[in-house]
């Protein structure tokens, strides 16, 4: 019951600055109307490892909560990481893309951690027009296959997905400890 306290904290958390960030644009420009339509590309880590500790209740109400910060006219796109099924999400209300979620999400597998999803969700990011504010969320427990007590290669590989400085922004959300 504390680590599932904990957890939902931490995700408050992050969700908070996750706001803070996608709402600077247009605050910086002094006019929210003139800020940028975004394109938010998630990685849901479904492996294993996040059944445990009350995780993924964790990702998946930080997922609800993030896609209810976006409006309308902005695009979630959603990967799995152990799954080449993604869906395309824009046009609709917070409760209407809350309810195509939910028919995402599956139950939990016992499948591992590849890096590959995340991967093809930063190349396929890259490809769209740079007239959104483009960015890419992981949310994951933080042990990838390959890269498990390797901190400084999991930095480079995300460093790796921004050829350009303003290409798009990366955000991580670890869930648990």
């Known amino acids: 019951m504390i680590r599932i306290r904990h957890a939902r ?21 002094g006019n929210m109307l003139g800020a940028k339509r975004k394109y938010v590309h998630l990685v849901l880590d479904d492996s294993g490892s996040m ?8 990702a998946c109400y930080a997922l609800q909560s993030l896609s209810a910060m976006l409006s309308a006219e902005d695009v ?12 395309r999400l824009t046009g609709l209300s917070g409760s209407e893309r809350i309810a195509q979620i939910n028919l995402f999400l599956p139950p939990m597998s016992d499948g591992k ?8 969700a930063a190349a ?3 490809a769209v027009p740079d007239t959104y504010d483009k960015w890419l969320v992981v949310v994951a427990d ?9 901190q400084a290669k999991l930095l ?5 997905y921004k050829p350009g400085a303003d290409t ?10």
């Open 9 to 29: 904290r931490v995700v408050a958390v992050l969700l908070a600055l996750l706001l803070v960030c996608f709402t600077l644009p247009g605050l910086a420009s």
């Open 51 to 58: 059944m445990g500790d009350g995780k993924w209740t964790a």
């Open 76 to 87: 979630l796109v959603l990967y799995r990481l152990n799954s080449f099924d993604t869906v």
């Open 142 to 150: 933080g042990v990838f296959d390959g890269f498990k007590s390797k």
């Open 168 to 177: 798009f922004r990366l955000a991580y959300m670890g869930i648990g400890s």
């Open 124 to 126: 396929d990011l890259a």
């Open 113 to 120: 951690t590849p890096i590959a999803q995340v991967q093809q």
């Open 156 to 160: 480079n590989e995300f460093r790796s």
